[in-house]
């Protein structure tokens, strides 16, 4: 079965410290990891996709990398406007059109 | 430009009380979704749509029913309304499906009582 999890759940984190979020997949024939930022009382936003084993994309301090069996947000010196639930998402080839999401990150940077 | 528009955004219902939740799109996205989000549970699929007249069910359709009679929407109904349907509703399109990104509406903040 297809499965996405996140951890941890959630992270505090002092304003300009570094740190990661995690998201371990089991997908048959990934198509695709998504990973989504999500305020509170608003929906999912978009933020990055990536494809295959050894991808990077960068935003601003957010960074997502991609392996094998897992994904990885870095967030560089983090600002308090970066706190928010960040949710990752994958596509799978026995899934088509369906996205499967873990439990999310909820991220808080105090000043 | 709107994007992903949900109606309404917030409601209360009685048990066995009858709604449709309405998802509109100006995108011209071919996919749409229906998730459901509750706390510790994450974003579960309730039933998605890969085109005009077309619907599937997701991970935990049942109790609902969809429609997607025109491309830009698609309606989300519950017949009669349990309190385990008490949850936040989020739509979303996507130009070509799951391994295109996914726009989502601001959700929907559903009660039964």
């Known amino acids: 079965e297809d499965q996405v999890t996140q951890s941890p759940e959630a992270l505090r984190l002092q304003e300009g410290e570094s740190s990661s979020l995690n998201c371990s997949y089991t997908?048959?024939?990934?198509?695709?990891l998504f990973w989504y930022r999500q305020d509170p009382g608003k929906g999912p936003e978009f933020l990055f996709t990536?494809?295959?084993a050894g991808e990077e994309k960068e935003k601003e301090r957010l960074k997502a990398t991609l392996t094998k069996k897992e994904s990885f947000l870095h967030i560089t010196a983090p600002k308090p406007e970066d706190s928010a639930t960040y949710l990752c998402?994958?596509?799978?080839?026995?899934?088509?059109?369906?996205?499967?999401f873990g439990q999310g990150t909820t991220l808080q940077v105090k000043p | 430009n709107a994007g992903v528009t949900q109606t309404p955004k917030f409601r209360v219902l009685k048990t066995g009380q009858s709604m449709t939740l309405l998802c509109a799109q100006d995108?011209?996205?071919?996919?749409m979704y229906w998730y459901r989000q509750d706390p510790g549970m994450g974003l579960r699929l309730i039933h998605y749509?890969?085109?005009?007249?077309?619907?599937a069910k997701g991970e935990v359709p049942d109790g609902y029913n969809v429609s997607r009679l025109k491309k830009q929407n698609f309606l989300l109904g519950l017949e009669s309304a349990a309190p385990s349907q008490t949850s936040v509703y989020f739509c979303?399109?996507?130009?070509?499906?799951?391994?295109?990104?996914?726009?989502f509406g601001q959700g929907t903040r559903l009660t039964v009582v």
């Open positions: 990536l494809y295959s």
């Open positions: 749509s890969v085109g005009e007249g077309t619907t």
């Open positions: 998402a994958a596509h799978g080839s026995s899934n088509t059109g369906k996205l499967i």
């Open positions: 997908v048959s024939g990934l198509r695709g």
């Open positions: 995108m011209n996205h071919e996919y």
């Open positions: 979303a399109s996507s130009p070509r499906g799951g391994d295109t990104e996914a726009f």
